[in-house]
Every structure is written in structure tokens, then in C-alpha cells.
């Protein structure tokens, strides 16, 4: 038996085992696409989509805020750091909608329950609760399955619903009959077998090109997004990704223009745009939304950094955005509308942007974008962003 | 349950062939692992104390990537390629002998709970490059002698660790209103230069290294910590050509304080200078004004809190017995370490008399470390091989280099998904085929780990059609060897 063959007898008699339902080869390039690129370690909003135009902005961050000649304007009132550049054209396209003084609906500085909030979709720390990603292909009806682009499953995707993972491989590959009779010893293992299976599955879906020496880490998240577009691109194939992104934790040195924290959003740019170039045709059903578990200090720290803060700024990409805007119930810099005398104010709830970009890529109705975040039918989706 | 295999595998580090049948008393021979001191490891050749100050200071003699990059000599740009490069030898020649002890140890439940430790105060080596020279002297002098001693003493020695104060930022931590922070403010050196207060090493100290992020501190606790903490720093570590004289002040790098300074001895420091003055308030206990005896104090008062004995028992026991602990077995390790002041060796002990951790539920999926070290353990080899290393960035487990200062976690959702699997799959093929020229039987292996009579991988280990290494790979990239 040869690899393919190997491979399709595996997907059909591990149709039960994923969820798939039945039919469900017959996806077209027209169906909608999401990616949800999760930066960790909380990346510092104030300093990516810059309010260079609040009164306190420059006194609040002294040394540390922005020339107004480094920034990518966009409105009189917000601009883009300098890393961000590539993203004008997505701006120029209708295609941006940056998100301010947003944040999770619980507070915490933590990074642990920050990040469990924004991954499980519930407003408190709920040490079983699922994915939210993993409650949308609960939810949504059609065709559809869930990939980790990722080291590991990442917990927005884990609950009863199988997903996949796959993250660049280095090594060589393996012969059919090996991998063969390892998925005969899996079988007696109820906790891996359906995960092995996957495995092998995805392999065949996404090739074995080896990725370019090093991966992920050293080319920031290009290689990471490229495998994304591959993946997702394809009719059949996984049609919801996550995919994250560390070092966001700027405790110290973060710079400015060229500075530690403007390398790193260069590298997401980047990504983004090869992304969306990569998915050729079907980028017209994609959207990508990037959020980070909490916003960082108001203030720059004593270390040239920013500590632990609560809102800060994300992004929604892709032709469903209605038209390019900065979304933001705009609380202002000045010492008394920050919250607890420190941190940008929360006007704004993840889960109310992430409704309405769910929706939009799936066609779902209110009441279906509720039921992804449970306890939420109070936050009202923010659905006129979109299309 | 196989009680030797559990011992072997879920409390050590993995069986080696044929040592089943040597043991015949499983809880005996891990209380006897318990006696004494833990082995001291010592440094490589290539990371004693002199090889560290040298590579330290060769660093910042050169300095690293300022404003000027563009315009910098080629020659320069290769001597501090140089010096990174030292720095980061230092952290490879550490992490293979860290490798090496838990691939050899004769007492590897002690050596599991060095990693154990390790990682639950953990530092990383890529998020900082002056945490590399430290990694290894971290684990060996600040974790290793204390895994039967007290945590007190262990959160201690984290805490001065020049480890620890570079990767959580303390040591560039400074008062507000320290003598050292007025003195550069009154020097005219506000904006940029001006340095205070950094509350990353304090938030980490509660909400990871001892109450758990539901441990009940606020956020004033977190500032009021790191205050306590300012003034605990490096000696020898700042640049070249950026003293800080007192706090902030580069003019003196010109003069005589400048070589002073770099002559400094590498270590930890107490700078009175940059110690935020005042009483402080923490948990609701004053502390009043005494330098570093503050951090002392806070820091021991922190590991006899209740919340701390809650949080490093569920994660004890979650390490030990299953990814869901059983809250009376929580409960018992809890009540051992208040009742000794966190006496390390007393709530070990405790681990191996829990029930709960010889039940046929009482089963981990191995880390990647976890699973390599097994590999290496059930051949019997002398060392981990130059080619671990790389091996262990591709699982995404790399030694001392968690992404976060969480750590690694150790659960079967964390590490089994599908993609780990089939790394482990091809891995174990690229293993079983350098083996090739030992002619290992690969019977073995089913004796490494639990494998129920009539499973396919007895058949198909005596399956003279199949070659050899292949065999062996099955057997390691099987669902067996998986776990723990």
C-alpha cells in the first residue's frame, strides 16, 4: 500500500472518530475561512496601534512615545507603529479594522488566566471548560474541521470536538508500512488512537516539504502563517486555524521605531500579508482576527519596558470587514479615565468582536454566535464591523 | 498495574532492561532513593565559575547591539558574535550534563524531582542571553541541594540567583524613591535613563513560585513586593560602556569606577542604593524598613502561607499520580508540607505512600524529555548523545527553555497531540537506525514498560520479517512507551 492509499484508508475509517459529518469532501473555495492568531505574553496595544492624537498621550508615555513622522496614520486620532507598515495596504483595501481599548472580560494580570479567558470564551477561570474554537465547530453547521498551528493544542481548540495539529517538521519522512502497523498498536490505546490517526491524515494534506532550516522561531510567524494558507486554501481541508505567536512579555528595552517590540510586529505583518497573498482565491472568505491576553501599563515600568495592564489592541483582517476603521469607545490616556490609575480603561469585550467575525466567515446568526460564548447573550456583537 | 514499572517509570526516570526483575520491594527502593543528601552534580569543564566570569565580561566588553549597528565595524560585530557564542556554549555544556545525570542517575527518583523543581522555578535560556551562562549553575547550586530540603531555602536561592534576577528583569528593578533613582533625577537623567520599578519577577513570585494564581494577593501586593525586592541585583553584569554608577549614571564609565566596576565579582548583590525605602505592606503583614532582610522575611512568610502548600501539592500530585489529582491526595501532601515547613524529603515521601499513585489510574503521558531520557535508559547508554539536544528543540521541549515562566507543563492535552506523535514516530525510526550496529534484541523492550499479554506489539516484536530496527522503533514510537 502506498502512502496516499495508506492515508485515505485511514481518513475514511477515522471519519467517526473526527466528527466529520458524512459528506463532507464537497467544500469550495467559497466557503468561509477563519484564523485566530493569538500573541502571548500580552503585547502592549498602546504601542501597535498608536493614539498619537490624545491629548496625554505624549506626557504619559514621556521618552517612550512615538514621532508622528514614524507612524502609519490612520485616523487624526490613531496610527500604526512603523512595523505594522505592511499592513496599509490591507487598511488602503477596506480590509483592517484595528481594535483599541479592548480587552477580556475578566480581570486579571496574570497571563495564565488572561489567556485561559480569551481561549476558553467565558467570563472567569474555568479550569475544564473547552475551547471556544472548539465550541464553534460544535456549533456551526457544515462542513468543517479545526487545525493547531502550533506547538502543541493550543486551548482555544480542545474539547469533544477532534481537531488537528501541525507545526514544521524537520525530519525525514517515514515508509508507509512503519506508520502502518504503529496505527495497529495504536488501536488498543483509547486516549491516542483517534490522535494518531489525525496525524497521519494531516501529513498527507499538507505534504512534507521540509520548512525552510530553523522554522518557526527564527522566522518569527511567516512560515508558521504560509503553512496556514496552505493548509486552509485547500477544499476539504481544515477550514478553522489557530495559530500563535510568543514573546510579547516587553518587560524591559521594548524601543521604539527598529527597537525589540517593532521587530516583532514587523514579523507579524509579515505574516499576515504572506498569508493573505498565499491564500490566493480563497482569501475572499477569510478573515483573521489577532488578539493578546491583556494590554500592558499605561506607563512605561523603570526597565525602558511596560508591566502587566488589562486593555489594549487587536486586529480583524479580511475582505468581510464592512470597510477599514479604528473600533474603540476611545476612554482617553488622562489619570483619572485609566483604569485603576495605570492601565488603559476596557471599553470594549473580546468576545463582542468575536462574534461578529465568527458570523460574518460562517454565516451564523446571533443566536448561534451566543452559543459559542456561553453567559454572553449581554454582549452584543459587534456585527456592523462586518459586511 | 505493574507496582515496579510504576516506580520505575511514573516516580523515576525509566526502566532500564532487565532492571524489572531487580527490584523487589517498589516503595522500598524509592524511600532508600530518599536518604541523604541529592547528588551533587559539578560543573563542565567548559562552565566553572571562572569560565562564566570570563565569557560574562568578554560580553560586555563588547557590548551588545546599540544605535551605532549600522555603522559598526565588521570586526567588532564578530567579537560580540564571539562572546554570544560563548555564552551560549556555556548553556549547551550545562544542559548535556543536566541530561547526562538524569540519563545515568542511580537514584532517579531524586533526579526527577531535581526537574521537577527546576521547572517549577524555572528560567530560560532564550528569552534572555545572560540568562545562558547561569541556566546550569541555577539547576545545580540554587534547585539541586535543596529537592530534600526546604522549599524555603530553595525560593531563596531562586531568588539570588543571577539566574532568576535577570530572566524576571529584578535585577534592573529600582525604587521610585531610592537613593540611587533621586540621585539620577537630580542629575537631570529623567525620561529614558531614569529607572524604577519592575514588577515582573514579583508577580511571578506569587502567582507561580508559591500561592498559585488563586492564592489571594491583589495587585497592591504585587507593587508593594516588588518594592521590597528592589536593590537585589547582579554584581558585574552591566555594560561596558553603560555603569550604572549609582543608578542611571553612565559618566563614570569613562573614568576609574568604570574599571572598578568591570572587575566587579559576578554575582548576586544587595545595592542598598537602589532598595525603595519605607515599611511595606504584603499579604497584610508590615514589613518594616531592613533591606534585604524584607525580601528574607516575605519570601519564607510566602512558602509557609497556606495557598502555597494547596498549589505545589495539586501540582505535586498531578506530576506524580494523574493530570486530574484526586483532591484527598492533594489534601494529604498539603497537610505533610505545613505540618514540616515545607520539608521537601518529608512530602516526597508522602508522594510514594499516596494510593492513589499505584492504581491503574495513576498514569502521565510522557514529556518529550521524559520520553528521550526513557530511550536512553532503556539501552543502558553512558550519556545523552550530542544529537539530544536538537532532538529536544524539535519535540518543543528543549532543556530550561520553556516559553514562559510558567514553565513546561507535564499533562497528556499539553504534549499528545497529533503532530507530537508523529514527531515521536519518525524520531524513534531515526534512533532505532543509528542503533543499528548494536544489534539490540528487541524483545527487550517490552520489559521497559507495561505492555498487556495479547497486545500486537509482542507479535510483532518477534516479527523476524520486520527488520530489526524497525522493531526497536515500534516499540519506542508505540503507545506503551508513551506513558508513564
Redesign the interface.
Known amino acids: 500500500m502506498n502512502r496516499r492509499t495508506f492515508v485515505r484508508h485511514m481518513c475514511l475509517g477515522g471519519i467517526a472518530t473526527f466528527g466529520f459529518p458524512v459528506v463532507n469532501f464537497a467544500q469550495t473555495s467559497r466557503g468561509g475561512r477563519f484564523v485566530f492568531v493569538l500573541l502571548?505574553?500580552g503585547f502592549d496595544g498602546l504601542a501597535a496601534v498608536v493614539p498619537y492624537g490624545d491629548p496625554s498621550y505624549r506626557s504619559l508615555r514621556?521618552?517612550?512615545s512615538y514621532d508622528e513622522s514614524d507612524l502609519i496614520e490612520l485616523t487624526d486620532t490613531f496610527g500604526l507603529a512603523p512595523g505594522l507598515a505592511p499592513l496599509r495596504e490591507v487598511w488602503q483595501n477596506n480590509e483592517l479594522v484595528a481594535l483599541h481599548a479592548m480587552a477580556i472580560p475578566y480581570r486579571?494580570?496574570?497571563?495564565?488566566?488572561g489567556q485561559a479567558i480569551l481561549e476558553t470564551g467565558i467570563d472567569k477561570?474555568v479550569g475544564s471548560s473547552d475551547g471556544w474554537l472548539n465550541r464553534l465547530l460544535q456549533v456551526m453547521p457544515g462542513q468543517r474541521s479545526g487545525i493547531?498551528i502550533a506547538?502543541?493544542?493550543p486551548r482555544s481548540l480542545?474539547g469533544p470536538y477532534e481537531v488537528?495539529?501541525?507545526?514544521p517538521?524537520?525530519?525525514?519522512?517515514?515508509n508507509d508500512a512503519?506508520?502502518d502497523?504503529?496505527s495497529?498498536?495504536?488501536?488498543?490505546?483509547k486516549?491516542?488512537?483517534g490522535?494518531?490517526?489525525?496525524?497521519?491524515q494531516?501529513?498527507d494534506l499538507i505534504g512534507e516539504e521540509p520548512m525552510a532550516g530553523g522554522g518557526a522561531r527564527r522566522g518569527g510567524i511567516t512560515p508558521l502563517m504560509q503553512a496556514a494558507a496552505k493548509i486552509l486554501r485547500q477544499n476539504g481541508g481544515p477550514n478553522i486555524a489557530a495559530v500563535e505567536f510568543?514573546g510579547w512579555?516587553t518587560?524591559?528595552n521594548q524601543g521604539l521605531a527598529g527597537g525589540a517590540l517593532d521587530r516583532l510586529l514587523g514579523q507579524l505583518a509579515e505574516g499576515l500579508m504572506a498569508f493573505r497573498t498565499d491564500m490566493g482565491d480563497a482569501w475572499a472568505n477569510t478573515t483573521v482576527v489577532v488578539m493578546t491576553e491583556f494590554g500592558r501599563t499605561a506607563r512605561p515600568?523603570?526597565?525602558?519596558?511596560t508591566?502587566?495592564g488589562t486593555a489594549g489592541a487587536g486586529f480583524i483582517i479580511g475582505p468581510k470587514v464592512a470597510k477599514s476603521v479604528v473600533h474603540a469607545d476611545w476612554p482617553g490616556l488622562d489619570t483619572r479615565a485609566l483604569f485603576?490609575g495605570r492601565d488603559l480603561k476596557p471599553t470594549l469585550d473580546t468576545r463582542s468582536v468575536l462574534k461578529a467575525a465568527i458570523a460574518a466567515t460562517f454565516d451564523l446568526t446571533p443566536a448561534q454566535a451566543d452559543r459559542v460564548f456561553p453567559g454572553s447573550t449581554g454582549v452584543r456583537g459587534a456585527y456592523e464591523l462586518m459586511g | 498495574m505493574n507496582a515496579t514499572l510504576r516506580a520505575l517509570n511514573g516516580f523515576g526516570l525509566g526502566a532500564r532492561a532487565g532492571e524489572q526483575r531487580r527490584i523487589g520491594d517498589p516503595r522500598g527502593w524509592l524511600r532508600a532513593q530518599l536518604q541523604g543528601d541529592a547528588p551533587v552534580l559539578r560543573a563542565p569543564a567548559d562552565a566553572s565559575p571562572d569560565a562564566i566570569a570570563d565569557a560574562v565580561r568578554a560580553f560586555r566588553t563588547v557590548g551588545q547591539v546599540g544605535v551605532t549597528a549600522r555603522t559598526e565595524p565588521e570586526e567588532r560585530r564578530q567579537a560580540r558574535q564571539q562572546a554570544r557564542r560563548a555564552l551560549v556554549g556555556i548553556a549547551a555544556a550545562e544542559s548535556r550534563a543536566a541530561l547526562t545525570a538524569r540519563v545515568t542517575a542511580e537514584r532517579p527518583f531524586v533526579e526527577r524531582l531535581v526537574a521537577f523543581w527546576s521547572n517549577h522555578l524555572c528560567i530560560s535560556v532564550g528569552a534572555k542571553i545572560l540568562v545562558a551562562p547561569f541556566a546550569g549553575s541555577y539547576e545545580r547550586e540554587a534547585i539541586r541541594p535543596h529537592v530534600l530540603g526546604r522549599f524555603e531555602d530553595m525560593l531563596l536561592a531562586s531568588a539570588m540567583h543571577p539566574a532568576m534576577l535577570v530572566y524576571l528583569?529584578n535585577f534592573?528593578?529600582?525604587g521610585?524613591t531610592s537613593v540611587g533613582?533621586r540621585a539620577a533625577r537630580g542629575r537631570g537623567q529623567?525620561?529614558?535613563q531614569?529607572?524604577?520599578?519592575?514588577?515582573?519577577y514579583a508577580?511571578e513570585l506569587l502567582?507561580?513560585h508559591t500561592l498559585g494564581?488563586?492564592g489571594g494577593y491583589t495587585?497592591q501586593d504585587?507593587q508593594e513586593l516588588a518594592k521590597i525586592l528592589t536593590g537585589w541585583t547582579v554584581a558585574g553584569l552591566a555594560r561596558a560602556q553603560q555603569q550604572m554608577g549609582p543608578v542611571g549614571n553612565r559618566r563614570p564609565a569613562r573614568g576609574r569606577m568604570a574599571q572598578a566596576s568591570i572587575d566587579e565579582r559576578l554575582g548576586f548583590s544587595f545595592q542598598e542604593l537602589r532598595h525603595e525605602p519605607g515599611a511595606k505592606t504584603v499579604l497584610g503583614v508590615r514589613y518594616g524598613e531592613a533591606g534585604i532582610e524584607e525580601g528574607q522575611r516575605v519570601i519564607r512568610a510566602l512558602t509557609r502561607h497556606p495557598s502555597t502548600a494547596r498549589f505545589l501539592a495539586t501540582k505535586l500530585v498531578a506530576h506524580f499520580v494523574s493530570d486530574e489529582p484526586p483532591a484527598s491526595a492533594v489534601e494529604r501532601i498539603a497537610r505533610v508540607y505545613r505540618d514540616t515547613d515545607g520539608d521537601l524529603r518529608a512530602v516526597s515521601a508522602a508522594l510514594v505512600e499516596l494510593p492513589d499513585a499505584w492504581t491503574a489510574h495513576a498514569r502521565k503521558f510522557r514529556t518529550p524529555q521524559d520520553w528521550l531520557v526513557a530511550v536512553v535508559r532503556a539501552f543502558d547508554a553512558p550519556e545523552a548523545g550530542a544529537a539530544s539536544m536538537p532532538l529536544l528543540r524539535?519535540l518543543?521541549h528543549p532543556i530550561w527553555s520553556p516559553?514562559?515562566?510558567?514553565g513546561f507543563g507535564d499533562t497528556?492535552?499539553?504534549?499528545?497531540?497529533?503532530?507530537?506523535?508523529?514527531?515521536r514516530?519518525?524520531?524513534a525510526?531515526?534512533i532505532a537506525r543509528r542503533m543499528r550496529a548494536q544489534r539490540i534484541d528487541p524483545r527487550i523492550l517490552v520489559e521497559v514498560v507495561d505492555v498487556p499479554a495479547g497486545?500486537?506489539?509482542h507479535t510483532?516484536l518477534a516479527d523476524n520479517t520486520?527488520a530489526p530496527d524497525?522493531r526497536i522503533?515500534?516499540a519506542l514510537?508505540?503507545?506503551?512507551f508513551?506513558w508513564r
Open positions: 502571548r505574553g514621556a521618552g517612550f486579571t494580570r496574570s497571563h495564565f488566566d477561570p493547531a506547538s502543541g493544542m480542545t488537528q495539529t501541525w507545526s517538521s524537520q525530519l525525514g519522512a517515514v512503519y506508520l502497523r504503529l495497529t498498536l495504536y488501536r488498543t490505546d486516549v491516542l488512537y490522535r494518531f490517526e489525525a496525524a497521519i494531516q501529513q510568543s512579555d518587560h524591559a515600568n523603570g526597565t525602558r519596558g508591566d502587566h485603576e | 528583569d534592573q528593578s529600582v521610585p533613582a529623567g525620561g529614558q531614569a529607572r524604577g520599578l519592575n514588577e515582573n508577580r502567582e507561580l494564581v488563586d495587585q504585587v524539535q518543543r516559553q514562559a515562566p510558567k497528556t492535552q499539553e504534549w499528545a497531540d497529533p503532530d507530537s506523535l508523529l514527531n514516530a519518525e524520531l525510526r531515526t497486545d500486537p506489539l510483532l520486520i524497525e522503533a515500534l514510537a508505540g503507545p506503551a508513551q
